[in-house]
């Protein structure tokens, strides 16, 4: 008789665990795998870089020293638009040192507030595409009061500084409006420079010399097609008024906007007489943009150029065409020059409520 064959515990825990690997394997094959990105709708990675360099790579660096020459730690540092907005926050290193990155173009400047030390505040700099731009080092003086300093928005500031100017008389009667005794004025706005070309052109004595130019071109019988007596009197002011208005708002509101440039003259009153002289005859052709830097003065040249075509809208056949435009941009241009000249070398003492100016 035969004995019945018992199955082997051995084979039968093998044959299980083999069966168990296969499940796990079928159901870790369904899943997705774990970390994996789907790559096809991001940017490459060169591109982004690129990107990055492009919007933010400049980068501002310094170190915060006390008036001993030994470094200030733990300095609460802000970089600020020229606006007065914050940009970014950073506390100064272990020696004082600190770097703003990722930062975009444009024009900053920077606080720096420590315990027991004066509030220092920075000039206004500009920052280029991928700039390590190095302050030098700052110095804080300790404090001898509690300061408090308030970050006003330019805007609020060239307004201050425009009630000034249009305050602003010789012998108290003569406007002076657009002399600025302020060398780093703040810029103005496109509706402050509309405001204050209406203000200046309207004013009455800026009337009264359109009336007198008349007078004088009635008097030499300019413009023979006008005639004579009253009605060539008012045909003639009529049209100096019209060259007056046209000219003001196109070089010192319309064009300056556009181009983003300061239609005022930047008072030096310091140095020698052929420097100052040299200032004023270049403001005629250079100017300040409302970034602070020396450009070309197209506001003024173009503006005038285009008063002179629109006057031929107005003044008699006779005396239009080419001729009209270029001889009243050169009258405009060779007033400016004067007008600069008698700005830079008139004493200052004569201009009322003239404040104190600061040269560079």
């Known amino acids: 008789m035969r004995k019945a064959c018992r199955p082997c515990p051995n084979a039968a825990i ?4 083999l069966l168990l690997l296969i499940v796990a394997a079928s159901v870790s094959a369904q899943q997705p795998t774990a970390g994996l990105v789907d790559r096809g709708s991001s940017l490459p990675e060169g591109l982004l870089d690129k990107t990055f360099v492009k919007e933010g790579s400049a980068s501002v660096a ?14 609460n540092i802000t970089l600020l638009h020229r606006d007065g907005t914050a940009s970014d926050m950073m506390v100064s290193g272990a020696n004082g040192e600190f770097i703003f990155v990722k930062i975009l173009p444009g024009s900053y400047l920077l606080m720096v507030n420590a315990k027991d030390f004066a509030v220092f505040t920075s000039g206004v700099f500009v920052l280029t595409v991928q700039q390590a731009y190095e302050l030098p080092a ?3 003086s300790l404090a001898g009061t509690n300061l408090e300093i308030t970050v006003r928005p330019t805007e609020l500031i060239a307004a201050e500084q425009i ?3 249009e305050k602003q008389r010789v012998l108290g009667v003569i406007p002076n409006f ?17 405001s ?7 004013d009455p004595i800026a009337v009264l010399g359109d009336g007198f130019a008349a007078g004088v071109e009635q008097a030499t019988n300019a413009f023979p097609a006008y005639g004579q007596g009253a009605a060539g009197y008012g045909k003639r002011f009529a049209a100096k008024f019209a060259d007056g208005r046209s000219s003001d708002f196109l070089t010192h509101a319309v064009f300056p906007s556009l181009l983003h440039q300061d239609p005022r003259y930047f008072y030096q009153g310091s140095g020698t007489i052929k420097s100052r002289l040299l200032h004023a005859v270049g403001s005629v052709f250079l100017t300040r943009g409302d970034n602070g830097h020396t450009q070309p003065n197209y506001s003024y040249v173009v503006g005038e150029m285009c008063s002179g075509a629109l006057s031929n809208l107005y003044y ?14 050169a009258v405009g241009l060779a007033g400016r020059l004067g007008g600069n000249i008698l700005r830079e070398f008139l004493p200052k003492h004569l201009t009322t409520n003239a404040p104190g100016e600061r040269t560079p």
Not at 14 to 17: K, T
Not at 178 to 194: E, G, M, R
Not at 321 to 326: D, I, K, R, Y
């Open 163 to 165: 009630r000034v100017e």
């Open 316 to 329: 008699p056949a006779a005396n239009r065409g080419p001729q009209l435009v270029f001889s009243t941009a």
């Open 138 to 140: 700052i110095s804080l």
């Open 14 to 17: 093998a044959c299980a665990s």
């Open 62 to 75: 310094g170190t915060v020293l006390d008036l001993s020459g030994a470094s200030v730690p733990g300095a």
């Open 196 to 202: 204050f070309a209406a203000r200046g052109t309207f």
């Open 178 to 194: 657009y002399t600025s005794y302020v060398y780093d004025a703040a810029p103005l706005t496109w509706k402050q420079k509309f």
